[in-house]
């Protein structure tokens, strides 16, 4: 196994020898930030347990493998037919493909959209809407703070780009499809950018997924504007194989009277890791993070939250939720900052954890840092195993034992599910955790695509 120095070297050396192509077809916008962002990966590195933001995952065997980098879009061969058949005919959405982090060339499925939204690739949107994507490209993510972005940001080339302008309501959701499809091992660097105007309302409901059982390591980051009175729902469904490994980053600023809800269910996937970092820059402001992770063998899941309150009078609600099964491990680290400012901040963070083997382990970490005086702040862990109370309770009404245990863990994972504010992609993921606890799937089977792993 390479140190990791050998590893920052080697991508060192694949943005020198790729300048040119990573410059070509990309605005200055792009390339200006990506020239700063590399000096900062040369300082950071890929981060290693020294870390203490990643110290229950080690990256190194991640990023130890001779992967594919495709700098330049390359045409994935996808039959659109095979691949958006929903089985939930109530989930009616606003569907995009994306193929190895680039925009799918022949998206043909965005034509039902309100008059001014725009939804393109990132390259595109870099040269068409100049003003808007420069306004916002960039400013929120914080690649000085953490390698994995800052790496990101050097290599981005394209992802998806959505934008809503003031007053619009998108009343069907906008279902994101992230395709990993390779005939080698691939690593695949997507960045996304969306930006939501005053008064403006939109749900996007992201689905990675993995065609072929190649191993890929994905690095993605999704930069969020939500304006004044907006209301945004973001809802990412994690499943993949066993050889993938997933590095997802979020950054969402949100404005005064804005409302934010997101939801993060890692449902399969060899390593996840999700960061997900939250800035409160205006007064009044309502954010709802949640997320939910079932895991089972040897998966590793890590979430790491941040949730920023710099203005006043603004609350957030996080609750994130596992079940760990075999040999597999989490993480969770919250962090809540309140500061001097922020005066009348109501913040909650929880985190349990329900452990079916001796084998299962789950670190968790929350965090309150607060600088003002005037807030009521909360937060807490809980670890355990299943309840015998309740389990003799359901046994005692003529359920078997491995019913009542099923009946048990859905009931867990529910609390997560139920603040799913789409009613048909509510009932829908609670089939798909119905069946992931019952240990009988290994692909989504039932989502908004037919995905052959």
């Known amino acids: 196994m390479a140190n990791i120095d050998t590893i920052n070297k080697d991508f060192a050396d694949l943005f020198e020898q790729g300048k040119e192509l990573l410059s070509n077809g990309s605005s200055d916008c792009m390339n200006k930030t990506r020239e700063k962002a590399f000096v900062q990966f040369q300082e950071l590195g890929v981060p290693t347990r020294v870390n203490e933001n990643y110290k229950y995952t080690n990256l190194i065997p991640a990023f130890d493998h001779p992967y594919n980098v495709n700098l330049r879009y390359m045409e994935v061969d996808v039959d659109l037919n095979d691949i958006f058949q929903c089985d939930v005919p109530e989930l009616d959405t606003n569907m995009v493909l994306l193929t190895n982090g680039w925009f799918y060339g022949n998206n043909k499925v ?62 069907k959701p906008i279902q994101v499809v992230n395709l990993l499809r390779s005939d080698r091992d691939l690593m695949a660097t997507q ?132 079940v760990m099964d075999g040999e597999a491990t989490a993480a969770f680290a919250g962090r809540i900052y309140v500061r001097r400012d922020a005066q009348k901040t109501l913040a909650y963070q929880s985190n349990n954890n329900l452990l079916l083997s001796d084998d299962a382990q789950i670190n968790t970490k929350p965090q309150l840092i607060i600088d003002a005086d005037d807030v009521k702040c909360s937060h807490g862990a809980t670890v355990g195993q299943m309840d015998e109370d309740a389990l003799f309770y359901l046994r005692a009404r003529g359920i078997d034992e491995k019913e ?47 995905c052959k792993n």
């Open 110 to 171: 965005l034509t039902e959209l309100p008059e001014g939204v725009i939804v393109c690739g990132v390259q595109e949107a870099a040269q068409k809407y100049p003003d808007i994507f420069n306004a916002h490209y960039g400013k929120y993510a914080k690649p000085e703070e953490d390698g994995i972005v800052a790496l990101n940001t050097a290599l981005a080339k394209d992802g998806l780009f959505i934008y809503v302008p003031k007053g619009v309501v998108i009343d």
């Open 404 to 450: 009542a245990r099923q009946m048990l863990m859905f009931a867990f994972a529910h609390e997560i599910i139920e603040k799913i504010r789409v009613e048909p992609l509510k009932d829908q993921i609670d089939a798909l955790v119905d069946t992931r606890l019952r240990g009988e799937i290994s692909k989504c089977n039932t989502c908004a695509i037919a």
């Open 191 to 322: 960045r996304n950018l969306f930006v939501i105007e005053e008064n403006a309302q939109a749900k996007i409901i992201v689905c990675d997924h993995t065609l072929t059982h190649h191993k890929y390591l994905s690095n993605s980051v999704t930069e969020v504007n939500v304006a004044s009175n907006a209301v945004f729902d973001l809802y990412t469904l994690q499943n993949q194989h066993l050889n993938s490994v997933i590095l997802n980053s979020t950054f969402i600023r949100q404005d005064k009277h804005s409302n934010v809800l997101t939801n993060t269910i890692s449902l399969y996937g060899g390593t996840i890791r999700n960061n997900h970092h939250v800035l409160l820059d205006g007064e009044h402001c309502e954010n709802n993070t949640y997320g939910m992770y079932l895991m089972d063998n040897k998966q590793h899941v890590d979430n790491f939250t941040s949730i920023d309150h710099s203005k006043p009078n603004c609350s957030s609600n996080e609750h994130f939720k596992g």
